[in-house]
């Protein structure tokens, strides 16, 4: 009985080591599978987008949203965001569809849809399939070894699914380690060649307050686009390539040529005002009803592309001497706002070289520096000659320290009648 009870306790001391053993061995790995994220991978055509939280797809009941983001992540898809009414707009070829965040519906030029998107964390959640069955594009949900991957396909997109996780997953797997173990940001006090300023004295001597340089902020503005030669995508790629958004005054019977222009300003953030719709001065101002006719077809136009309306306008040739007392009351009263210019580098007149440009330009800009005066609002046009010159003059704005702003309707508007009276 009592080597019974010792084979009993010393079984049950070795099963207890052996539990031990197993969950010290265990544990860890039940651990990290806790600890492993939960991710949802986006690919566009071929290109795996990088993982970060808030710019996954998520789902609601069953349908799958996805940030938007990923439909303007390569897709010829653009977007704009407006807060009063709070509305997100995608622009696509032939097409735009807005997004009435309040009022949780949808539109375009024609109709209204039921297809509405999520707000959350400050990400546009917008659903996928409705999307994609709107711009034409495919989709598929598939599997990887570290979560699901939605790959949104473009219609050039030739390589199939299968072939497509072969050829990604190495990506697919640095793009998980990359979010799964972010690095360790730096203390600054230990960031190499960095000295840290030293506390300041308890009885800091004064010094001299320096002469502050005016700050020199620009309205880059284009006008009589969008044109069907291609200037006006130039003008686009160069500030795409900047970082800079300009205003661009369109002329009505141009909108009705090359409507992805339109979408592709409104969806990148530059602003759009009207610039009339023949650009007639004898029918422009000829009488308030011509004038309000004219800006309202040009609206209807722009609507028609983009899905917005505007209440910028820059007049045709400028406000004066043409936009009498009565037609500024007109405007005024049907809420319009006008903006003329104040540098002006004639690249519309004669034959400018891009050395001109440039030079007029510059000149007028120093000029206006050493005056002392506001904010140069620059004319330009679309054309070829000014897209040539456009790489120089930003350079240029850029090394001197130019702020880009783009013209919205709550600033006072700067005009000639400002000046001229």
């Given at each position: ?36 994220p ?45 807060y009063q009414?709070?509305y ?35 990400t ?42 072969n ?48 700050q ?30 300009a ?9 009705r ?10 969806g ?24 309000l ?35 500024r ?15 002006d ?37 679309d ?39």
């Amino acid at each position: 009985m009592y080597i019974r009870r010792r084979l009993i306790r010393g079984l049950a001391a070795l099963l207890c080591v052996a539990l031990l053993f197993a969950g010290g061995a265990l544990a860890p790995a039940r651990l990290r599978a806790a600890a492993e994220p939960t991710v949802y991978f986006i690919a566009v055509g071929y290109t795996v987008l990088p993982l970060a939280d808030g710019a996954m797809p998520i789902t609601s009941g069953v349908t799958l949203y996805a940030p938007h983001r990923a439909f303007t992540s390569g897709t010829g898809i653009f977007s704009s965001i407006m807060y009063q009414p709070h509305y997100l707009s995608l622009f696509g070829p032939n097409r735009s569809l807005t997004f009435d965040i309040e009022r949780n519906v949808s539109f375009d030029q024609d109709r209204m849809y039921s297809d509405t998107l999520i707000y959350q964390g400050g990400t546009y959640y917008v659903p996928v399939d409705a999307v994609c069955q709107y711009f034409g594009l495919t989709y598929a949900v598939l599997d990887t070894a570290y979560g699901k991957l939605l790959r949104i396909r473009l219609p050039s997109t030739a390589q199939d699914d299968a072939t497509f996780l072969n050829a990604a997953a190495d990506t697919i797997e640095r793009r998980y380690r990359e979010y799964a173990n972010p690095p360790t940001p730096t203390p600054p006090s230990s960031l190499p060649g960095v000295v840290l300023p030293a506390a300041p004295s308890a009885s800091p001597s004064p010094t001299p307050t320096p002469t502050q340089p005016p700050q020199l902020v620009a309205y880059l503005t284009f006008d009589d686009g969008p044109k069907k030669d291609g200037s006006t995508e130039r003008i686009l790629d160069t500030l795409d390539a900047y970082g800079v958004r300009a205003t661009f005054f369109l002329l009505g019977t141009n909108m009705r040529l090359n409507e992805d222009s339109i979408r592709r300003m409104a969806g990148t953030g530059h602003a759009i005002g009207l610039h009339g719709y023949t650009h007639k001065a004898d029918v422009f101002y000829a009488s308030p009803e011509a004038m309000l006719d004219e800006l309202t077809r040009t609206n209807d136009a722009l609507y028609e592309a983009a899905t917005i309306r505007t209440r910028l306008v820059r007049t045709p040739y400028g406000s004066w001497p043409y936009l009498t007392p009565e037609l500024r009351e007109v405007m005024s009263d049907n809420g319009y706002r006008f903006w003329d210019w104040n540098v002006d580098p004639k690249d519309s007149e004669g034959k400018p070289t891009k050395e001109s440009i440039y030079a007029s330009t510059v000149s007028q800009l120093e000029n206006r520096v050493q005056r002392r005066e506001g904010p140069s609002v620059i004319l330009l046009h679309d054309k070829h000659t000014t897209a040539d010159t456009l790489p120089a003059l930003l350079d240029y704005m850029v090394a001197q320290g130019y702020t880009f702003r783009v013209i919205t309707e709550n600033e006072l508007p700067s005009n000639f009648h400002q000046y001229v009276k």
